[in-house]
Each structure stands twice: as C-alpha cells, then as structure tokens.
C-alpha cells in the first residue's frame, strides 16, 4: 500500500512512542472498534492495514477485532 502510516491513540506521548499502524481499543468518543469500521467504509483507508493495540486480553476483544476487519490486535498486558 504505499507509505500511508496511520496512528490513532488518545494520548499524545503513546502516538509519538508507537510510529506504527495501531489503533487504541479504548478511547474516549469513538472506541476502536467504531474507528476501526469507519475506517474500512472510507475508500481512502479501507485497504490499510490496522493493528488495534490493548492493556486487556481479552478472547471478546479479539472476535470483535476480527468482525469489524483488524488485521491484528495486540495486547500490552
């Protein structure tokens, strides 16, 4: 896909520490999950990939990641 990079975290320190694809579960308006489908609707980011990054480990959280099309979640448990 190119040298589009896209970090989306609620945190400034965590978007400058991970300068990688990944997308926070848990944020304060839209939860990663929402951001993650809004993301595959728009035709300019539906095909990037998306790593959705965790503190929890949950068997929940990694069938919602799949159903809403993450291509990867990691946890920071």
């Given at each position: 896909?190119?040298?589009?990079?896209?970090?989306?975290?609620?945190?400034?320190?965590?978007?400058?520490?991970?300068?990688?694809?990944?997308?926070?579960?848990?944020?304060?308006?839209?939860?990663?999950y929402?951001?993650?489908?809004?993301?595959?609707?728009?035709?300019?980011?539906?095909?990037?990939?998306?790593?959705?990054?965790?503190?929890?480990d949950?068997?929940?959280?990694?069938?919602?990641?799949?159903?809403?099309?993450?291509?990867?979640?990691?946890?920071?448990?």
């Amino acid at each position: 896909m190119g040298g589009l990079l896209l970090v989306i975290d609620d945190d400034p320190v965590e978007r400058e520490i991970l300068e990688r694809v990944l997308l926070d579960l848990m944020m304060p308006r839209l939860n990663g999950y929402q951001t993650c489908r809004a993301l595959r609707r728009d035709p300019a980011t539906a095909r990037c990939p998306i790593l959705m990054l965790t503190s929890e480990d949950e068997t929940t959280d990694r069938f919602w990641a799949s159903e809403v099309g993450v291509d990867d979640l990691t946890s920071r448990a």
